[in-house]
């Protein structure tokens, strides 16, 4: 049975085409995800994230992550598929699906990112709903913190 | 903040791979297993499910201990917890990852306009 896909976005004062660097180059995509990435803007290309061993994370433990472009429509969308076992090609038995979708307002650009398939992570239904029971209902919390760092971290600050 | 995420993200990386969910599965339904159970059990070779009982390991859902010529490997219940959470925390994760994203875009967008 699949979940409902996980949807957030924001709105960012910059236009689509700053929004697009920092969302498909690797020299930005290092500072907001992985700490090293091999990403191309180019449907079927394939790349990786990697997690340094004592890296960003903190964690002992590196991990490389095959990543797999699907659309890479620029300064509008860019998806790819991830979590597919390293050599095999990426389906939707296999792997999740992340789709950045970037939309032009008056005051910037409105970020959407959708991730879709993973439903396969969790095996027990029941404990996945009260997860997912869990998580909306901490959802208004953490969006109010959300905003709260947002406010206090916006202007100018870099990672 | 950041290093909770990256933690989370290498949790969620070690069981987006389907296949290291089903060594995690067979491991959980056997109890106790060694590789060569799970091997027997799995449409994978023996080598593949050390490889992934490795990666679990460093990532502390499973823990072996010697018995003799054999390891013995055991799902760690609290860590599973631990990364059911961690999957019920994707969205926030996403939160945390599209509010960098932000404070980047928006920071670049504030040198380009100083710039011209």
Known sequence: MAAEPIEREILIDAPAEVVWS?????????????????????????GTLTWRPGGRGGSKAGMVVPIRVVEAEPPRRFCFRWGHPQGTAPSEQNSALVEFILAAEADGTRLRVI?????????DEDARARYRQDHEQGWE??????????????????? | MAVAAAEDD??????????????????????????????????????????????LNRVGLVAGQRRGR???????????????????????????RLTRIKRIAESLQVDRQVDS
């Open chain 1, 22 to 46: 920092v969302i498909t180059e690797p020299e930005h995509i290092s500072r907001w995800f992985s700490d090293e990435a091999s990403v191309e803007q180019r449907a079927g290309a394939g």
């Open chain 1, 115 to 123: 991730e879709s398939g993973i439903e396969a992570v969790t095996h």
């Open chain 1, 141 to 159: 919390r953490h969006l109010a913190e959300m905003l709260d760092y947002v406010a206090s971290s916006a202007r100018g600050e870099t990672d």
């Open chain 2, 10 to 55: 290498a949790l969620w990386a070690a069981f987006a791979d389907p296949t290291r969910r089903r060594v995690l599965e067979a491991l959980l339904e056997q109890g106790e297993a060694t590789t060569t159970t799970l091997a027997e059990e799995l449409p994978i070779t023996r080598q593949a499910v050390a490889k992934h009982l490795v990666v």
């Open chain 2, 70 to 96: 054999e390891v013995r490997y055991a799902v760690q219940p609290e860590r599973l917890d631990d990364a059911a959470d961690s999957m019920a925390q994707v969205a926030a994760q996403w939160d945390r």
